[in-house]
């Protein structure tokens, strides 16, 4: 029924860690790797993940301290570089030796990364609502929720949790919709008989303690380093991330970026809409 299997494996600093594996056509299908947000998992690509099995074998991870992957005990550890090198290592154990990216807000810094310390290893990337350079309103924006939400009691104040945080960003969402949405992003208390959120609050703790509080580092000699590879990027159309100006930008300096934008959407679309669904199989198609 799930369409996946369970994968566990070790990081190289011995954390637990899981992602979902969606079988592809045949055992010789390529591989894609889907990278989810800051404050998400696996669930995240639970549409999108059996619709490219078509031609793909699909992994799908937690990131470290979210979803069903173990806790870091050590906050520090939770930025991107390390979750880059949890994913080397999936790769690695699973004898995957060319990969195309999908990540979405973090998952795509994570995918600029990961393509420009093993450019050879990357066949293609889906940038979701991101780029190499993030908006400071959206910035600020995460930071003011990230680790901060309290379990709650049941589904109905979990939905309205979710639609306080993300009703801008989703302002066609169904009734239906967001308690599907708010399903994805809670689990059952591990102490106690409310909900809350499937990550470990400390994920906040570098954000918070960053210097520069409103841009992160500098990733456009990343996005240089990897422009003769083939790359979408989505953008919510009304994104506080990845602004007009900030795609603009990327298109200037990789004139045959493929682009979509996604309407009635903010950060990040979820890729299960049409349009955005339409605009990956035709950039894969021609990727291929």
């Known amino acids: ?18 992602a ?15 990278m989810h947000g ?15 099995t078509q031609r793909y074998r699909v992994l799908v991870a937690d990131q470290r301290g979210r979803g069903r992957s173990a806790c870091d005990p050590e906050p520090a550890n939770y930025k991107p570089l390390t979750y ?15 990969v195309v990216l999908v990540g979405t807000s973090m998952g795509g810094l994570m995918a600029m990364m990961m393509a420009a310390m093993q450019p050879a290893r990357v066949s293609a990337i889906v940038l979701n609502d991101i780029g190499p350079e993030v908006d400071p309103a959206g910035l ?29 960003a989703f302002p066609t969402f169904t009734a239906d919709d967001w308690l599907h949405f708010a399903r994805a992003l809670y689990r059952p208390q591990a102490q106690g008989d409310g909900l809350e959120l499937a990550y470990d609050p400390a ?3 570098p954000l918070a303690a ?41 298109q200037q300096r990789k004139p045959d970026l493929s682009v979509a934008v996604v309407s009635d959407r903010g950060h990040a679309p979820t890729l ?17």
């Open 203 to 205: 994920i906040a703790t």
């Open 1 to 18: 029924m799930s369409g996946f299997t369970d994968l566990w494996y070790r990081s190289s600093d011995g954390l637990r860690l899981y």
């Open 210 to 250: 960053a210097e520069d509080t409103a841009v992160p580092p500098d990733l456009w000699p990343v996005f240089d380093a990897i422009a003769t590879l083939p790359i979408l990027v989505l953008r919510g159309a009304h994104s506080d991330i990845l602004s007009s100006a900030g795609l603009q930008a990327m």
């Open 272 to 288: 299960d809409e049409p349009d955005a669904r339409a605009a990956i199989d035709a950039f894969l198609k021609l990727a291929a």
């Open 140 to 168: 600020a924006r995460i930071k003011a929720y990230v680790g901060k939400a309290e379990p709650v009691a049941d589904w109905a104040a979990a939905v309205a949790q979710t639609r306080a945080i993300n009703g801008d």
């Open 84 to 98: 880059v090198q949890d994913m080397f290592r999936l790769l690695d154990e699973q004898d995957v030796q060319q």
């Open 38 to 52: 800051l404050t998400r998992n696996s669930a995240d690509f639970a549409g999108l993940a059996p619709h490219l």
């Open 20 to 34: 979902r594996d969606y079988a592809g056509p045949d055992v010789d299908a390529p591989v894609a790797l889907c």
